[in-house]
């Protein structure tokens, strides 16, 4: 059985510069058995340099690699207990 190469290239990890700092990041899919602990496949990115370790903590999973790619670039602040914000929401 041939793999097409749409398929064969489709979960290949993406590395890139972020435009404002210099950092490099790396988009990659982790399934199911490898998604550090936080459940269900997706996609992730960290910071990371082609050929080195990861410099800190993946962040994710993301449904799209686009979405994983944009959180990379222009992350969002994170809220963890919403209910300080007044929303009454957990």
Same mark, same amino acid.
């Given at each position: 059985m041939t793999?097409?190469?749409?398929r064969r290239h489709r979960f290949e990890p993406l590395f890139d510069i972020h435009p404002v700092t210099g950092a490099?990041?790396?988009?990659?899919? #982790?399934? %199911?058995?490898? !998604?550090?602990?936080? $459940? $269900?496949? %997706? /996609?992730? /990115? /960290?910071?990371r340099r082609? %050929?080195? #370790?990861? !410099? %800190?903590? #993946?962040?994710g999973p993301f449904a799209t690699t686009y979405r994983a790619?944009?959180?990379?670039?222009?992350p969002r602040p994170r809220v963890h207990n919403r209910t300080f914000l007044g929303l009454g929401l957990q």
């Open positions: 793999v097409s190469s749409d490099s990041i790396e988009v990659f899919y #982790a399934d %199911g058995l490898a !998604t550090f602990s936080r $459940g $269900g496949a %997706g /996609w992730f /990115w /960290w910071y082609r %050929g080195f #370790a990861p !410099t %800190g903590p #993946a962040h790619y944009r959180d990379a670039l222009y």
